[in-house]
């Protein structure tokens, strides 16, 4: 079993920045053993895929609405990852979740994420 918490979302104003963390921990879990990815959806809308880091922190993938703006990084050897989420747009506003695949690969697919956080609130006001 792996638990995943998320932390860092908040109020900010359009043009602004965040970050959010994410700890993924287990009593048997090794840092090599997971990818890790943020979604976030927002009212009314299904939830969609942001970003996403493999277990070396070396390969990412990014939406393209987000590309240019966000970075996604991994601190060392560890299962925590973190969204540096700049220039927010109103359309940013979703709780923003973070997931964790195990021994699987990169992927924008919900689905194959095995385990989810509560998320957290972004709120980008105009």
């Known amino acids: 079993q792996v638990q995943v918490v998320e932390s860092g979302g908040g109020l900010v104003q359009a043009g602004g920045s965040l970050r959010l963390s994410c700890a993924a921990s287990g009593r048997t879990v090794a840092f090599t053993e997971l990818a890790m990815g943020w979604f976030r959806q927002a009212p009314g809308k299904e939830r969609e895929f942001v970003a996403n880091i493999d277990w070396s922190g070396v390969s990412t993938d990014y939406a393209d609405s987000v590309k240019s703006r966000f970075t996604i990084s991994r601190a060392s050897a560890k299962n925590t990852v973190y969204l540096q989420m700049n220039s927010l747009k109103p359309g940013d506003t979703a709780v923003y979740y973070c997931?964790?695949?195990?021994?699987?690969?990169?992927?924008?697919?919900?689905?194959?994420?095995?385990?989810w956080g509560q998320g957290t609130q972004v709120t980008v006001s105009s």
């Open positions: 997931a964790v695949v195990r021994y699987g690969a990169l992927t924008q697919n919900a689905n194959s994420y095995d385990y």
